[in-house]
């Protein structure tokens, strides 16, 4: 059985139709497989695109858009595990949209395709707490691996796009977004998850999601070796 809904447009955006499979074809809700939001401006490459995704048994493309405030409609609506965003779209430049999207919807990991190779937009991207950044031409062979990895927490990058960061000395392991660095200082003053949501307007579900981001890209699991990382890396000096 399925629902169709159509989600009004952002004002200024492409009407987009979002589509919301609510059991799959096998009657199992489609909420036990990997929930997938996919985003892109061209109905071919989505169509594309939606058929690799749904060829894997533990994939399902919940919700489509064609624009950012489409997609971020369709995350908060629904709440997949993956958001895929293409980097240019016709409202802006994902790049720019995506730690406000990690910041309303921390569940939701996301993965962007572009045709672009400007490592500049690429490290951008991943600073702002994107899970994985691949080309386009390559999206047939790593798309699958990308949203694996993300949906598991975890970073994926193609070789061509790893290559091309290297020279910057920055992996994943070093890169918190601003809100994960403004969670991390007030871990490492002492505060508790609930008096850290109340000075940064956070749920204390959503310090936690941070909080558990924060662990897996440091590779630290208590709060001890947070302060110190913390201190070494000089973020109580602000």
Same mark, same amino acid.
């Given at each position: ?27 199992? !809700?489609?909420?036990?497989? =990997?929930? %997938? @939001? $996919? ?8 169509? &594309?695109?939606? +058929? #690799? ?49 990690? !910041?309303?919807?921390?569940? =939701?990991? %996301? @993965? $962007? ?8 937009? &690429?490290?951008? +991207? #991943? ?58 200082? $007030? ?12 000075? #940064? ?38």
């Amino acid at each position: 059985m399925s629902l169709a809904i159509r989600v009004a447009p952002h004002p200024g955006c492409a009407l987009t139709a979002l589509r919301w499979r609510a059991m799959s074809d096998s009657g199992t !809700e489609s909420t036990a497989k =990997t929930s %997938i @939001v $996919l985003a892109d401006d061209h109905a071919v490459v989505r169509g &594309a695109l939606k +058929a #690799l995704l749904e060829g894997q048994d533990d994939f399902a493309v919940v919700g489509e858009a064609a624009d950012i405030a489409s997609a971020r409609a369709a995350v908060l609506e629904f709440g997949p595990r993956v958001l895929i965003l293409d980097v240019n779209m016709p409202d802006g430049l994902a790049v720019d949209a995506v730690a406000g999207l990690r !910041e309303e919807a921390p569940g =939701t990991e %996301i @993965v $962007l395709l572009t045709m672009e190779r400007d490592m500049t937009l &690429a490290r951008s +991207a #991943l600073d702002s707490g994107a899970r994985g950044y691949l080309f386009k031409d390559a999206a047939h062979l790593e798309l699958i691996e990308a949203v694996r990895h993300a949906a598991e927490g975890r970073q994926y990058l193609p070789a061509a796009v790893a290559a091309g960061l290297k020279d910057d000395g920055k992996t994943e392991q070093t890169v918190l977004t601003p809100r994960e660095t403004e969670v991390l200082r $007030l871990m490492a003053l002492g505060h508790t998850n609930r008096e850290i949501g109340e000075q #940064l307007s956070l749920s204390v579900r959503t310090v936690e999601t941070h909080r558990a981001h924060i662990q897996q890209k440091l590779g630290l699991d208590s709060r001890p070796e947070l302060t110190r990382y913390a201190l070494e890396n000089h973020l109580l000096d602000t």
